[in-house]
């Protein structure tokens, strides 16, 4: 099956316009986010899918006990429920497929990135009322229960399994080789992790140079967050280029080249020097 394709420019203008405003707005809410992420992706899913999408996660949450009891028994709730009952886990090959990326099919396929499984042991648990937030592991994304001095992880790539203390460990072990700082236990802000979401994207694209369509689409969207590094006015400018927009191209290079001026202009000569370039391939 090939890989979903972004919706034309009209609709992908308002897809935009949506996430813009639900980044900026006082509370984002983060399925409506990763929707949107979806919706840019993929040009099938239209807003009938969205509402079912939605739908799903309110009928899944409907599903949980009432008020099980503390954090142990949310996460044990969570882990009958989504990973045992319905199957939702993941597997090393779902690293290779941008639907494991897209909230939408993950949903239907219950296989993804831990980060959407994240997502969706979130929100099936807040909505049900659950003490529940993302915590981004250095290398894994898991899901937290409960306050600091009482909290319980789960892992929700393997099926939601319940980890001890080692376990976390363990995790940041192999990911970074060092060992797990008291700080990266921390709830993950919604919009944080709309962002990891975007740099995953971008990680699949950058190995794919076939599909930089989807590495521009997920810097863009990177760029409407509140906050972002100005170094993707850079890379937004580099795939102009490589996409054959050679005066769009040098345009955004001579901008970010301003920006860049102020703090280090060799380098920002570096980058007039590229923007020339850009122009010079239109003869």
Known sequence: MRPPFPPPPERSAEI????????????PDLSSLCLLVGAQADGELDETGIDAAQIELDRLAGQLPFRPGGPRSWAVSLRE???????FRGAPVDYQRLESS?????LRRRRGLPILLSVVWM???????????GVALPGHFV????????????DPFD??????????????????GSSLDPSMLSPA???DVVQRILNNVRA????????????LWAVELSLLLPSHSARLRYERAQLFVQRGDFVQGAVELDAYAEVVAAVDEPAAARVRQQAHAARAMLN
């Open 204 to 215: 699949w694209a950058a190995a794919r140079p076939e599909r930089s369509d989807v590495a």
């Open 123 to 133: 929100e099936v648990a807040r909505r049900a009322g659950a003490p529940v937030y």
């Open 81 to 87: 429920l989504l990973g045992d009952r319905c199957g």
């Open 159 to 176: 099926g939601g399994r319940v980890l001890s203390g080692g376990d976390a460990e363990l995790l940041v072990a192999g990911a970074t």
């Open 143 to 154: 899901v937290g229960f409960g306050p600091t001095e009482e909290q319980v992880l789960a």
């Open 102 to 106: 897209l909230l939408h099919e993950v």
């Open 16 to 27: 935009r316009r949506r996430f813009a405003d639900e980044a900026r707005s006082e509370r």
């Open 189 to 191: 802000d919604p919009l």
